[in-house]
């Protein structure tokens, strides 16, 4: 089966440094544009990152200089370095895989993985 599975997250306090990884299983995802997005409770679905095939990236204002998104295509992974954590970063955070054409931005994932809490406690 094709999925992807994230893992890393859990409680941390202000400040500290987590990261997290996305194992992708089933096919090779190097082609693919790969994302971050993160879900609080009671606040919408917010994109954090991107990472296009080519390895150009994409950060959401509220994380840029803090996170940092990269990709190891021998290991069919992705991962997010997040710095500097604030109570605001709490959230789930999903990884996806976006189509390969279009704009990225604009398109919607074809594959998600199924979360990693992310807590951020002050």
């Known amino acids: 089966q094709v999925q992807l599975v994230e893992s890393g997250g859990g409680p941390v306090q202000t400040g500290a440094s987590l990261r997290l990884s996305c194992a992708a299983a089933g096919r090779t995802f190097s082609s693919y544009p790969m994302s971050w997005f993160r879900q609080a409770p009671g606040k919408e679905r917010e994109l954090v990152a991107v990472i296009r095939g080519g390895g150009s990236t994409y950060y959401a204002d509220s994380v840029k200089g803090r996170f940092t998104i990269s990709r190891d295509n021998l290991k069919n992974t992705v991962y997010l370095q997040m710095n500097s954590l604030k109570p605001e970063d709490t959230a789930v955070y999903y990884c996806?895989?976006?189509?390969?054409?279009?704009?990225?931005?604009?398109?919607?994932?074809?594959?998600w993985g199924q979360g990693t809490q992310v807590t951020v406690s002050s």
């Open positions: 996806a895989a976006l189509p390969s054409s279009g704009v990225v931005l604009n398109t919607t994932p074809w594959l």
